[in-house]
Each structure stands twice: as structure tokens, then as C-alpha cells.
């Protein structure tokens, strides 16, 4: 009875502290962050590629102006802003490859997973994003960073371009920065592992109880 009192009790310290910490993660990361988030009507290739091309357009018409904002409340004025042209840009993609699929276009938050752009790592969590969704919305779909503006930076690149380094680093702060780069001492990979075992779980709990109609979809 004892040995078993003690496993609760070292559960639920070791749980509390993860939270705590999974809180301190996600408070410095998700509020200082907006996604791109493009989602295809289906899994075949034209839809695919379809895609892409959507996220092409809207990145080669509106990347710039992103590029130019300094504070996460500036970027989402932008988002509010430009959201029908953002819709109209697509729809026009979309009819130009001879496809009628609606478009709508949202900001709110989505759950991401971890993703690498040069040596900075965003860990799986939930993130505001503008979501575009093409059709059904029912295919794989493609994320990026809107803001800071990391859409044109992945995991092959060794560093990120000074400017966006700069605007990740003020949007993140000094605590939130150093949490998401590549460090010698301890790669960001093994600091997010227990970190993103959280999340995961919180995702799977999250989904089943959407499926079961006991949470609101997003």
C-alpha cells in the first residue's frame, strides 16, 4: 500500500511538473506564432498538386507583405485585413487549373507537428493559423510559418536569414528563442522529446473526444 501511495504521489509530481513545463513551452511559442495552413481537397495527385499551387500564389502575393511585419498583433491586422483577398487569391488558382472547389478561408488555432526550419524546431502543439481549405479539405495538407516569416525556410537550410532570425527571436523572446534553437550542449530534439509526448497525448485525447462529440471542432 505504501510502495503504491508513493507511485501516485511521484506520478502526480512528475505529471504537474510536466504540465507546468508543457504550459511555459506552449505560452512562449504559441503566442508569439502564426501558421500558414493549406489544406487539399483530397489525397490524388491533381489535388495535391493543386495545393501547392494555391500555396504558391498566396505566398508569391502576400509573402512580402508578411516579411515586413515585426510584431505577431501587426501580422494578425494583416491577416484580418487581407482574408477575402487571401480567399480571392486562391479561388482564382483554383479555377485557373480548371477546378470549381470552394474556398474558405479562417484564422483560428490548428495542431501541427514538430517541424524544423534551419536550426530553429517548432515542437507539435497548437498553433493560430490562417487555414485555407480547398473542397472538402479531406486531403494531407502543408503548414509553414507565416510569422515570423519562415515559409521559404526548411530543414535544409543550416541557419535562418538574419531577418528572420531577428523577428523570431524579438516575437519569441529571449526565453522562447533559446528554447526552439540547435544547441551543442542539448539538441532541441531531445528537449522537446518529453515535451512532445505531452502534446501527442493531449492531441489523441482531444481528437477522441471530437469524435465522440464531447469538444468543438476548430
Known amino acids: 500500500m505504501k510502495k503504491m501511495i508513493a507511485a501516485l504521489v511521484i506520478g502526480g509530481v512528475v505529471t504537474l511538473s510536466m504540465s507546468t513545463y508543457s504550459n511555459r513551452v506552449e505560452s512562449a511559442l504559441a503566442g508569439s506564432v502564426i501558421r500558414l495552413h493549406v489544406l487539399a481537397n483530397s489525397n490524388s495527385a ?4 493543386l495545393k501547392l499551387k494555391v500555396r504558391d500564389r498566396i505566398l508569391a502575393e502576400m509573402g512580402e507583405c508578411f516579411s515586413h511585419t515585426a510584431r505577431l498583433e501587426q501580422a494578425r491586422d494583416m491577416v484580418c485585413e487581407n482574408m477575402d483577398e487571401i480567399a480571392r487569391i486562391a479561388r482564382e488558382e483554383v479555377m485557373a487549373n480548371g477546378y470549381d472547389y470552394p474556398v474558405t478561408v ?22 493560430e493559423a490562417l487555414k485555407v481549405e480547398i473542397g472538402e479539405s479531406a486531403g494531407q495538407n502543408w503548414w509553414c510559418v507565416l510569422f515570423p516569416p519562415l515559409c521559404f525556410v526548411d530543414a535544409t537550410t543550416a541557419e535562418l536569414p538574419e531577418e528572420s532570425r531577428r523577428i523570431l527571436e524579438n516575437s519569441l523572446g ?13 539538441p532541441v530534439e531531445v528537449r522537446f522529446k518529453a515535451y512532445e509526448l505531452w502534446q501527442s497525448g493531449k492531441m489523441r485525447l482531444k481528437a477522441v473526444l471530437t469524435r465522440l462529440g464531447m469538444m468543438e471542432t476548430v
Open 46 to 49: 491533381a489535388d495535391q498538386e
Open 106 to 127: 479562417s484564422l483560428g488555432t490548428s495542431d501541427f507537428p514538430t517541424k524544423a526550419y534551419g536550426n530553429v524546431t517548432l515542437p507539435a502543439g497548437t498553433y
Open 174 to 186: 529571449e526565453e522562447g528563442y533559446a528554447l526552439v534553437t540547435q544547441s551543442d550542449e542539448l
